[in-house]
């Protein structure tokens, strides 16, 4: 059975053990069970994004990527840690170019999660998320911080690369301003 607030407990010891893989270890270990993430976050048929966590030292939530649907490159100015429990997440990374004025970024690096899954990005990470398959994807995010809120995040025009600041219904418009609380 997984528990939300067990889990909640695990993330912030394990986050306190700076530089260590627990915080890895903690997700891998609910992902490694999917059927007790569903049996108690949901199946859905649709996107849905929910915040099942949010705290000035925590946040975490349940994504469910509809099918094809994608993000604009996207920074976090957190700390995150992707577990898979369904489908899967290709993630590319971007570095931003060095002195351009538009704040333009290039690839550079990607990485394909399906279940059970689990990557963990350092603050400075930018990425795009695409779900690759025509099915639903299921993903924990967790993030060492009050992620919905903190300052100064940027997303990257599709087309052009160059920065602008983060509106989430711009990044991923499929989950938009759609956060629903648990
Ligand atoms: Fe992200």
Not at 26 to 55: C, F, K, Q
Not at 92 to 120: C, H, M, N, P, Y
Request: with cysteine; charged share 25%.
């Amino acid at each position: 059975m997984f528990d939300i607030d067990r889990f909640a407990a695990d993330c912030r010891a394990a986050l306190a053990e700076r530089g260590s893989e627990a915080i890895r270890d903690v997700v891998r270990r609910a992902v490694s069970d999917p059927a007790a993430l569903i049996a108690a976050l949901g199946e859905h048929s649709g996107p849905h994004a929910a915040v099942l966590v949010r705290a000035p030292d925590l946040t975490i939530l349940n994504a469910v990527w509809g099918a094809r649907q994608w993000t604009l490159p996207h920074n976090h100015h957190h700390r995150a840690i992707i577990g898979m429990y369904g489908g899967g997440e290709d993630n590319i990374f971007w570095r931003r170019l060095a002195e351009d004025a538009k704040g333009r970024v290039e690839a550079a690096g990607a990485a394909s999660l399906r279940q059970g899954d689990v990557t963990a990005l350092g603050r400075d990470i930018i990425h795009s998320v695409t779900n690759p398959l025509d099915k639903m994807s299921y993903a924990i995010h967790v993030y060492d911080g009050d992620f919905l809120s903190a300052e100064g995040k940027s997303c990257w025009h599709a087309e052009t690369l160059c920065e602008m600041p983060y509106d989430a219904a711009s990044v991923s418009p499929a989950f938009g301003h759609a956060l629903t609380s648990r």
